[in-house]
């Protein structure tokens, strides 16, 4: 009885450990399916970000597929931002922990945050996205 009792919690564990691993395997396969319609796409457990020439997509992502998805195009946007907990870092030098948003400011004076759970893949799509937002202003 007292052995029942203490592998309990462990297979409740396992369980869950179980589950966790299914439903996120279900989130990066919806994600695969979303992902193919861009030209580059990411995804990370807060959010999913596609490009596709000028537009910008992103969204969360569930076992469904993405979901709240909201697009913009890199023509509406002035510049492009890394916030780390909340605070403005440069893109040439990320911390390599801490919360990380990319923040797009608009044209308009409004921004857009993506949600990135490494700071070092927000810089390395920060600067991917400078360089074409820089490229695009050129044409213009």
Do not use: C
């Not at 509406?76 to 870092?89: F, K, S, Y």
């Not at 030098?93 to 700071?119: I, Q, Y």
């Amino acid at each position: 009885m007292q052995h029942g009792l203490f592998w309990l919690p462990l297979l409740a564990f396992f369980i869950w450990l179980a589950w966790s691993g299914w439903n996120e395997y279900q989130k990066v396969e919806a994600y695969r399916v979303w992902a193919n319609q861009f030209d580059r796409a990411k995804y990370d457990v807060y959010a999913v970000l596609g490009q596709k020439e000028r537009v910008l997509t992103w969204g969360i992502p569930t076992r469904q597929g993405p979901i709240d998805l909201k697009s913009f195009s890199l023509g509406e946007v002035q510049a492009i931002q890394l916030r780390v907990n909340g605070q403005l870092v440069d893109l040439a030098s990320p911390p390599g922990k801490g919360r990380a948003a990319l923040e797009f400011v608009g044209v308009n004076g409004e921004s857009v945050s993506v949600p990135f759970t490494e700071p070092p893949l927000a810089a390395k799509w920060g600067e991917y996205l400078r360089q074409e937002l820089q490229r695009l202003q050129v044409e213009t």
